[in-house]
C-alpha cells in the first residue's frame, strides 16, 4: 500500500484475537494520548502522546551506559533509579540498541492508515467467521481525531465492523467527525458526579454525558461502560447514580468491569507512583449487589 498520503498517528499496541472490547474476534489498535488521567489506568504509558522510553527495574543491573550514550542527555539517575526526559528524547533508540540487559524499550510508534489496515486485515477471515472487527481504543481515541476518522473510513472501505472505545471527552463536533462511521460505541463512564469524576480522572464527566447522549440520539448502537473501581465508584449509592445518569441519556444497558490489576509493573517501568498499588482486584461475585441496582431499576447490567 502507498503510505505516503495517508494521516499518521502514534500507536502503542496492536492486539490481534481480542475478545473483551467487542462481539467476536477482533483486533484492538491502541492509541497513544489520553486527556484523562484516571488514577486506576491499566495503561499508564498511553497517557503521553508521544513515543517514549520505558525502564524495566528488575532487568537493569545500573552500568549507566545509557546515560553515558545518549546524544541528548535525556538520561539521568537518582537515587539507583533511571529518568528519561521525554521532553528532551529524540527518540532515537541508541539507549535501546545499547543497554546490554534489554531493560529499556520503546512505547509508541508512528504508523499510517494504511499500515495499520494492512496488519488488520491479515485477520480478515476471523472477523467474519466469528462476527468480529476491529476496535479502536487507547489511550483516548478521540486525542487523534483525523487519524481516527480516517482509519475508520478505511476500514468500513473494507467492509470490517469497526467499534471504537472511548472516555467521550473531546468538543461535540470532534466526537461526531470520529465516531459518525463507526458501527458500535464502547462508552466508559469513569463516575457520575461530576466532582468524584475530576478527583479520579483531572477532568469533568460534563462533555462524556453530553457526547453519549449525542451518539444515542444519532442512534448509534452505544454501549456504556463502567469500571468499577474500589472505593471510587463501587458502593451502592454510585450505583443509584450511575441509574439516574443512564436514564438522563437514555442507555438502557451497561457493562460492568471489575477492577484488575493488569497494569501495575507499567507504573514502575515509568518511575510513577500508582495509587491503587496492591489493592485487591474485584471479581463478578463482589459486584451482585452492585448489579443488582441497576436490573431491579430495569437498566440490563452485564459483565
Not at 477482533?26 to 488514577?39: D, E, N
Not at 452505544?222 to 451502592?236: E, F, H, M, Q, S
Not at 447514580?241 to 517501568?269: C, T
Amino acid at each position: 500500500m502507498n503510505t505516503k498520503n495517508t494521516p499518521s498517528g502514534v500507536i502503542f499496541n496492536i492486539q490481534k484475537f481480542s475478545t473483551d472490547d467487542g462481539p467476536g474476534i477482533r483486533t484492538t489498535v491502541f492509541f497513544k494520548g489520553c486527556p484523562l488521567c484516571c488514577q486506576w489506568c491499566a495503561n499508564p504509558e498511553s497517557q503521553y502522546s508521544a513515543i517514549q522510553i520505558l525502564w524495566d527495574s528488575d532487568k537493569c543491573v545500573r552500568c549507566y551506559h545509557c546515560s553515558d550514550i545518549c546524544p541528548q542527555k535525556a538520561i539521568s539517575w537518582e537515587k539507583n533509579k533511571v529518568y528519561i526526559n521525554a521532553e528532551r528524547c529524540a527518540e532515537c533508540g541508541t539507549c535501546i540498541m545499547e543497554c546490554p540487559e534489554k531493560a529499556l524499550k520503546c512505547e509508541g510508534e508512528i504508523m499510517s492508515v494504511d499500515e495499520v489496515v494492512r496488519i488488520c486485515l491479515q485477520d480478515h477471515e476471523f472477523y467474519e467467521e466469528s462476527n468480529g472487527g476491529v476496535t479502536l481504543s487507547g489511550g483516548e481515541v478521540l486525542s487523534q481525531p483525523e487519524f481516527a476518522a480516517a482509519l475508520i473510513q478505511k476500514l468500513r472501505d473494507e467492509n470490517i465492523h469497526i467499534a471504537v472505545e472511548t472516555s467521550g471527552y473531546a468538543p461535540s463536533d470532534v466526537f461526531v467527525h470520529v465516531v459518525k462511521n463507526a458501527d458500535l460505541i464502547l462508552f466508559d463512564l469513569k463516575h457520575w458526579d461530576l466532582g468524584k469524576h475530576t478527583e479520579g480522572t483531572g477532568v469533568s464527566n460534563e462533555l462524556p454525558l453530553a457526547n453519549i447522549k449525542t451518539a444515542i440520539n444519532m442512534g448509534k448502537i452505544v454501549l456504556p461502560r463502567i469500571p468499577v473501581i474500589p472505593g471510587y465508584n463501587d458502593k451502592t449509592e454510585d450505583a443509584v447514580g450511575f441509574i439516574g445518569r443512564l436514564r438522563e441519556v437514555g442507555a438502557e444497558r451497561v457493562q460492568l468491569l471489575p477492577f484488575h490489576q493488569y497494569g501495575q509493573k507499567k507504573y514502575k517501568m515509568l518511575n510513577r507512583k500508582y495509587a491503587y498499588r496492591n489493592v485487591s482486584a474485584l471479581h463478578k461475585e463482589d459486584l451482585k449487589d452492585f448489579q443488582k441496582q441497576f436490573i431491579k431499576n430495569d437498566i440490563a447490567a452485564f459483565f
